[in-house]
């Protein structure tokens, strides 16, 4: 599985949400921002009008979160979740010894949407995911992260 760094990794449904979001924001988020901002308008001198410095920061926010789904979605590369469990994949949760803490770790290798690292999942494009992918049991797997080099041997793979 090979992929530009630029590439952001989704699934099919991960994309499918952010359209979703994409199309919520404009159709609806935008044109309540819109009326907040003429309503505020309204009530006088801008420049001291809470009301409308407040519409205007939503606005703002709102505009910021539509360039980043465009983005985003640019450059999506979908991948669909397979369910092969000999190499470690998207959807796979992987049991691995942590050689260097001397501790076993479980993880799941997701896409840029889904990833949460709190809750030990791992983007397919994040150091650890990309040193994981088509890894097999008892392979190693080394991963440049921000606490240094990590050494991972894999014990097991399942796709749930």
């Known amino acids: ?11 099919t449904v991960s994309k499918r949400k952010l359209e979703e979001e994409l199309v ?3 159709s ?3 044109p309540e921002i819109n ?4 309503r505020a308008r309204e009530y006088g001198d801008l420049s001291e009008n809470f009301e ?9 926010i709102l505009n910021g979160r539509v360039a980043e789904l465009e983005a985003i979605l640019q450059r999506a590369k979908i991948v669909e979740v397979l369910n092969e469990v000999d190499s470690v994949g998207l959807g796979t949760t992987v049991l691995v ?8 770790w479980e993880l799941t290798i997701v896409d840029f ?7 030990d999942k791992f983007s397919i494009s994040s150091p650890i995911g990309r ?30």
């Open 1 to 11: 599985m090979s992929h530009h760094p630029d590439d952001i990794i989704l699934t």
């Open 24 to 26: 919520h924001i404009r």
């Open 28 to 30: 609806v988020k935008r």
């Open 35 to 38: 009326e907040a901002i003429r």
């Open 52 to 60: 409308y410095q407040a519409a205007r920061q939503s606005q703002a």
């Open 97 to 104: 010894y942590d050689i260097n803490n001397d501790e076993e």
């Open 113 to 119: 949407v889904s990833a949460d690292p709190i809750n």
């Open 131 to 160: 040193a994981l992918i088509g890894k097999k049991v008892t392979e190693i797997a080394t991963a440049d992260t921000p606490n240094g080099t990590a050494q991972y041997k894999i014990l097991s793979i399942r796709y749930e």
